[in-house]
């Protein structure tokens, strides 16, 4: 094994252990918010020992600045402004900014491929 280079069985149980994890926060997080921090604390330490990305299904569940888990009405709101996701932390009161320029661009080419099958017809 080189050095730094984790076998594949290796990295697919940490992330299994992310989701786990992740999920087990969703779960606890009206009754016990402490608890769901921890379990994502103890999820980004998987990732940093392991050098695997974070699943993308939970990369935003949980603040960058202060690394809380997210649960939107309770600790965050979630607003649309200017073509963005705003995202914002209840409990440290930052911005994630995230762009939906992909999906507008599709709903424009699906929008363009009516209007090409309108005059085809």
């Known amino acids: ?4 280079k984790r076998p ?3 990295l697919n149980i940490a992330k299994e252990r992310m989701d786990i994890l992740f999920s087990l926060a969703e ?9 769901s921090h921890r379990y994502v604390e103890l999820a980004r330490k998987i990732s940093t020992k392991y050098n695997v990305k ?19 009405g309770h600790n965050s709101t979630i607003r649309l ?19 939906y320029i992909k999906e507008k661009k599709l ?3 699906a929008k363009i491929d009516s209007y090409k ?5």
């Open 54 to 72: 974070i699943p993308l299904k939970w990369n935003r569940r949980y603040c960058k600045n202060c690394y809380k888990f997210l649960f939107p």
């Open 107 to 109: 709903k424009r080419r």
């Open 81 to 99: 402004i200017n073509g963005e996701v705003n995202i914002i932390c209840g409990e440290c009161g930052h911005i994630m900014k995230i762009p």
């Open 117 to 121: 099958k309108r005059d085809n017809e």
């Open 27 to 35: 779960k606890e997080f009206i009754e016990y918010p402490e608890r």
């Open 1 to 4: 094994m080189k050095r730094g």
């Open 8 to 10: 594949n069985w290796m």
